[in-house]
């Protein structure tokens, strides 16, 4: 997230593209709605769905699923073709601005709305609105990001931003909404294969020495890792033989559920380290209980890159533990020793080893939480990147064409799914399907269809059917809606009984690995 949260509320236009943002990320609608009533910002959506932001949205643009890069590069067409591009920032802070503007050029109105269903009057009026405003701010989740050519979504939209100069200043930028509590966090400590903490590759001699001496190892490993799906695969293939899961339920979070199983019965040896015992660790040969976020001292770093202090509220019940304590014990046993004395410590070496967390310490998040990057102590932290420059030197326009989606609809499976959250379940639901008020208001996974499909299938709301793809089949109840388009059906992925990831292809984008849940094409029987 280039930008603070903060900015929402000082933006005059708002672009929400792929995000559910009332149901997944609330407390950031909460910004978007003030900023809308309170500041008079207009919202523009981007969402195949009538989500209750969609309704809220000065314009709409309802594009069939997986279109997302021809909508993007149709704004920009537009943006250029009326001269609403910054041309100053351009010139200063950027370079292959000509590259991108001959990319887009095919991307007429006319030929977006052959593509994406968006009337092609109606993509021209968001692109004049984002374009004339004079901070511009973009937010987008996993419905840009959830397809086979989900980088190429991101990178589209960075074009945009760049073309109109909204980034680096007050109420702009580009704002990717995480949708768990440390995801970024995650990320930033290195849970990605070709990372070391603070985004330092893997394959830089300098930094693998950096941290072996640290670590007080002869070397680390120099080539990257594999990403999750790729994991799999290679399990599947005998490639890899053990598989060590934390707080993640491949069992219903993997698409092609039914693959996801055989790849994970084909390692040799499966951990598993939880709060409860999941689908996936009823696989598992070992089980190492860990505890929850209340019960654990050690930080967050959320969506606008803060780094946040976690305090424990209750005690640890049992033998479980919090999660590093887990790991130094495991690592003790295999001969190697891991010489912290708590969350404090381990903070203290991330400081020393990661640039831009070099001026966080516990003692200073006591107070309040710190912006990364934050380089040393007399920092203040950092409320919007690339205020004077890009980390790069100059920000890097990247032309992108749109690809259709790898599974589109036909006659045999006719209709577009789509997947995502609902406001009262958390991802696969491990701790929220255990609190007996959400269960009482969401208590099972809908299939939700528009009127004009139930009416030809013949179905009645509430009734329970058949939803298949070339992958599997479940059987949830109907829930009748003019929130999804005729031929686009949508299920939440929570719930184990009518589980969506049975349903979706397991295909990954190229460059940042993650499966198209977005596009399927299903059918749906009576029963």
């Not at 900015?7 to 995000?19: H, N, S």
């Not at 070099?358 to 102590?377: A, F, N, V």
């Not at 996974?445 to 009645?460: F, H, V, Y």
Request: charged residues 25%; neutral net charge; hydrophobic residues 40%.
């Amino acid at each position: 997230m280039t930008n603070s949260i903060e900015d929402i509320e000082k933006a005059d236009v708002i672009l929400a593209a792929g995000t559910n943002t009332t149901e997944a990320h609330p407390v950031i609608a909460t910004r978007i709605h003030k900023a809308i009533t309170r500041h008079g910002a207009k919202l523009i959506v981007v969402d195949p769905r009538k989500t209750e932001i969609a309704s809220k949205a000065h314009i709409w643009l309802r594009p069939y699923p997986g279109t997302n890069v021809a909508v993007f590069n149709g704004l920009l067409n537009v943006i250029i073709a009326e001269g609403l591009t910054d041309d100053e920032f351009i010139s200063q802070r950027t370079e292959n601005f000509e590259a991108v503007a001959e990319a887009v050029a095919p991307y007429t109105p006319e030929e977006v709305e052959r593509i994406s269903g968006i009337p092609a009057e109606d993509l021209i009026a968001a692109a004049r609105l984002y374009g004339k405003a004079k901070r511009g701010i973009i937010l987008y989740a996993m419905g840009v990001t959830q397809h086979s050519t989900g980088t190429d979504g991101v990178f589209a939209i960075a074009n945009l931003a760049m073309a109109t100069g909204n980034i680096g200043r007050e109420g702009t930028g580009v704002s990717p909404l995480r949708g768990q509590n440390n995801v970024q966090g995650a990320c930033d400590m290195g849970a990605l294969p070709n990372f070391l903490p603070g985004y330092q590759k893997v394959s830089d001699p300098a930094v693998r020495e950096k941290f072996a001496k640290a670590w007080g190892v002869p070397s680390l490993p120099d080539k990257d890792g594999l990403k999750l799906g790729e994991i799999m695969a290679a399990a599947y293939e005998g490639k890899v033989r053990a598989l060590y899961v934390m707080g993640e339920n491949l069992m219903l979070s993997e698409p092609y559920i039914a693959h996801a199983e055989a790849c994970l019965k084909k390692l040799d040896f499966l951990v598993v380290q939880d709060l409860f015992l999941t689908e996936t660790a009823q696989l598992a040969d070992v089980v190492l209980p860990a505890v929850s976020f209340a019960e654990k001292d050690g930080t967050f770093t959320n969506t606008e890159r803060r780094v946040c202090r976690v305090r424990r509220a209750v005690s640890p019940r049992g033998k479980a533990k919090p999660d590093w304590e887990i790991i130094v014990a495991l690592a003790a046993k295999m001969g190697y020793e891991m010489n912290y004395d708590g969350p404090a410590s381990i903070m203290e070496e991330i400081s020393r080893l990661t640039p831009s967390y070099g001026g966080i310490t516990y003692d200073r998040l006591e107070k309040q939480g710190l912006q990364w990057p934050c380089p040393d102590r007399d920092h203040p932290g950092t409320k919007r990147l690339h205020a004077e420059r890009f980390s790069r030197g100059r920000g890097l326009f990247t032309p992108v064409t749109y690809k259709k989606p790898a599974e589109l609809p036909d006659e045999q499976y006719p209709f577009y799914l789509v997947t995502g959250r609902i406001l009262y379940h958390y991802h696969t639901g491990t701790m929220s399907r255990r609190v007996k008020g959400l269960n009482a208001i969401a208590p099972c996974g809908l299939l939700e269809i528009n009127p004009a499909d139930a009416s030809k299938l013949g179905i009645q709301d509430g009734e329970v059917v058949r939803v298949s793809s070339r992958r599997g089949s479940i059987t949830p109840a109907v829930r009748i809606t003019d929130r999804v388009a005729p031929g686009v059906v949508f299920i939440s992925f929570h719930y184990r009984e009518v589980a969506a990831n049975a349903l979706t292809n397991a295909v990954y984008d190229p460059i940042a690995g993650i499966p198209e849940f977005k596009v399927s094409a299903v059918k749906i029987e009576k029963l």
